[in-house]
């Protein structure tokens, strides 16, 4: 898949693809909130924004820090 813009919303199997993972992991991510939900579809899908997934994954651990 191309690089979608970071304005791009993405429902779960976007961001499987984007990722090249499978969208169960995205799906369980979302279930126990690790990952950013935008908002849901009138269907209750749920959508994501690129740049807020983007931002997650890059996010601090403590593992950061250890040198």
Do not use: K, Q
């Amino acid at each position: 898949m191309t690089d979608p813009p970071d304005a791009e919303v993405l429902d779960p199997e976007g961001v499987a693809r984007w990722l090249d993972t499978d969208v169960e992991w995205v799906r369980r991510a979302i279930d126990r909130d690790e990952l950013p939900v935008l908002g849901y579809r009138s269907d209750g899908v749920p959508l994501m924004a690129r740049s807020e997934i983007r931002a997650w994954l890059r996010r601090p651990t403590a593992a950061d820090d250890e040198s």
